[in-house]
């Protein structure tokens, strides 16, 4: 059972607003994120299962996920017939996965696709046609030196974006271009308020849009398209081979979509409702490439309306090495797979005491122990 102590929770003043007003109801829950992060999704899978399974079925609606690389694969996994299954089918599949030191990435992608395969199959009309949910997946589409997954071109390029993005992150457009590749019944509301209305032509013949630096291509998905597009969103250069050609996208290749979203900094006010986010951290890092950069960090309007769960320093205090699994402990445990199994598998069966805690909260707020956000 939960301490107590095992959340932060963090709130826009909207947000604070309205659950100091009626509390906190999954009836006003339009929209859920999932950010990049790997491993570290692992550390969620109890939160993801009180949410999925337990809490937001208590009050049916139409919910926008959107997800960027294994947040992306924790949302399909919640839609599953059954959220909890699936949920918990992903944390057993990722935890097993075996990587030999320096596997090099046409290995690491085909683990990848066999895992995905293994965890979707007979489940993609689930996903596509889900009465409660609405599927965005967030990648990005290479530009200029990008547009190749080969060689020193590729090694430069990404150089080349890093030193570009150190001096704004504005300048990764000139390497980068956003692709939510959405469900095809509604698009998320931060692209229909982008200055373009009604339907887009295919994705091919349109225009990009453009809500803030970036070129933001719009894709609809479909049983053609959905598994290429989670293996795109999670497609980390140099580790996972790039995706060439998506169907219904525009002709090039695609990688991980945290490296522009890394932990999702997008519009959210656009959306009613409030967006519940149940991350890895309660610090939003807008891109990939400023995890390094202490002062690169999400602010603003787009947060008003947003309540960010997260675990304690106290709760990770309490898990092996005091933090949640992440990619460094492939280098940690090297080829003791059993070792690093054991771990992996030790930070899941703890997460439940994130969901735990999180119920609790929800059926009585405290509106002082929110933070700003």
């Known amino acids: 059972m939960s301490t107590g102590n095992s959340l932060v929770i ?9 659950i100091a007003e009626r509390g906190l109801s999954p009836a006003d829950v339009s929209t859920i994120p999932g950010a990049a992060g790997g491993p570290k999704a692992l550390g969620l899978n ?20 959107v997800g960027a690389s294994v947040g992306a694969w924790r949302f399909a996994s919640a839609l599953r017939a059954d959220p909890r299954r ?23 992608t085909r683990q990848v696709r066999a895992m995905l395969s293994d965890l979707f199959e007979g489940h993609d009309d689930d996903i596509l046609a889900s009465a409660a949910y609405r599927l965005h997946i967030l990648a990005v589409r290479g530009r200029g030196p990008l547009t190749t997954d080969a060689g020193v071109r590729r090694t430069l390029g990404f150089g080349a974006a890093a030193f570009a993005n150190l001096a704004g992150r504005e300048h990764l457009r000139h390497f980068l271009e956003r692709t939510i590749f959405h469900d095809a019944r509604e698009r998320p509301a931060f ?3 982008a200055g373009i209305a009604g339907n887009l032509l295919p994705a091919t013949g349109s225009a990009p849009i453009r809500f803030d630096a970036f070129h933001t291509h719009a894709v609809p998905l479909d049983r053609g398209n959905l598994r290429e597009a989670l293996v795109a969103s999670a497609a980390i250069p140099m580790v996972i081979e790039a995706v060439p050609d998506i169907p219904g996208a ?3 290749i695609y990688w991980d979509g945290g490296l522009i979203d890394y932990h999702l900094h997008l519009p959210w006010p656009r959306f009613d409702g409030l ?18 950069l202490p002062w690169r960090k999400a602010r603003g309007e787009w947060l008003d309306n947003v309540v960010l769960v997260s675990p304690s320093r106290e709760y990770l205090a309490r898990l092996p090495h005091g933090k949640l699994p992440d990619r460094s402990d492939f280098k940690r445990y090297g080829d003791d797979f059993d070792g690093r199994h054991a771990y992996w598998t030790k ?10 805690e999180f119920l609790a909260f929800a059926e009585r707020p405290d509106p002082l122990r929110m933070r700003a956000l």
């Open 250 to 252: 525009p002709a090039g």
């Open 275 to 292: 967006v519940l986010y149940p991350h890895f951290t309660d610090r939003i890092v807008p891109g990939w490439l400023d995890k390094a």
């Open 46 to 65: 109890g939160l993801d299962i009180a949410l999925f399974a337990d809490w937001l079925p208590q009050a049916p609606r139409v919910r926008h996920l």
């Open 86 to 108: 699936g949920l918990e089918e992903l944390a057993r599949l990722y935890a097993a996965g075996r990587y030999p030191p320096r596997a090099g990435p046409s290995f690491v």
């Open 10 to 18: 963090r709130a826009g003043p909207k947000a604070r607003a309205i």
């Open 347 to 356: 930070a899941i069966a703890e997460s439940a005491r994130l969901g735990d």
């Open 191 to 193: 692209l229909d308020d």
